[in-house]
């Protein structure tokens, strides 16, 4: 009866094509910028969170996002298209993503900084159980000298009512060595649902250690990824590309 009562209220730990710690900047105003989000998982789960679904180990995911400055505190985002090259079905598309982020303007001079952010997708049956989802992403950091502390308190949205939205936070701390250089940890985890997080054994946590580089053509983000929880991968490699078009 335990074993069911888990298996009928664990979330779907699906797929990700986004592996990011949002730190409230945004693309200039008038400004377009393109990220290229990729993530691969060298030892992951061997199973589909859900039946048809993407297997974890050895898989590719990811996406360009494409993001445009409207004002100094709102950027537009459209992810297109989400892509995997899955170890189970080879390679597929996920789908799409509609993005909206309200932050504090010039967050990067701010000792104090904000934001939220909303994500509406569509989803592609293999992809996630369900065919429409979004999250909710409020934004709150702080900069105090060279170390940044910036959590994300994510709600993941199925719309199935607000005790089932599920509280998958991530959180990095990081330490600027030049405006150029930073190294980091981040910490991603899912909980579960807000009406009763899940069992600790059941529950998503995975740590990774990051490496930023800024320049002025382009920016790069790499890490690696180690599962702390027996529901996460054990191992996953991220990489993140950055850069203004005009």
Do not use: C
């Not at 991968?233 to 203004?244: A, G, Q």
């Amino acid at each position: 009866m335990a074993i069911a009562t888990v298996l009928a209220t664990a979330p779907a730990l699906a797929q990700t094509d986004e592996i990011q710690v949002y730190d409230a900047s945004i693309a200039p105003q008038g400004v377009f910028n393109l990220t290229l989000h990729d993530n691969y998982t060298p030892s992951g789960r061997s199973e589909p969170a859900f039946p048809g679904g993407i297997v974890p180990d050895h898989t590719l995911n990811g996406v360009p996002e494409w993001a445009y400055g409207v004002t100094d505190w709102f950027e537009a985002g459209l992810y297109l298209p989400l892509y995997s090259i899955a170890s189970n079905i080879g390679p597929v598309l996920n789908g799409f993503k509609l993005r909206t982020l309200f932050v504090s303007p010039d967050a990067a001079e701010r000792s104090f900084f904000y934001g939220i952010n909303f994500e509406f997708s569509y989803n592609a049956r293999h992809w996630d159980p369900d065919r429409y989802t979004s999250e909710i992403r409020p934004i709150v950091g702080w900069h105090a000298g060279p170390l940044d502390l910036i959590i994300n308190p994510i709600l993941d949205n199925s719309w199935k009512g607000v005790s089932r939205l599920d509280f998958a936070p991530a959180t990095r701390i990081a330490w600027n060595f030049s405006n150029n250089w930073a190294i980091a940890a981040e910490e991603y985890d899912d909980f579960g649902p807000l009406r009763g997080f899940l069992p600790t054994d059941v529950q998503s946590h995975q740590l990774f250690a990051v490496a930023d580089w800024k320049g002025e053509a382009l920016a790069v983000e790499g890490g690696i990824g180690f599962g702390l929880s027996r529901a996460a991968d054990h191992l996953v490699l991220k990489l993140i590309l950055s850069k203004d078009l005009n």
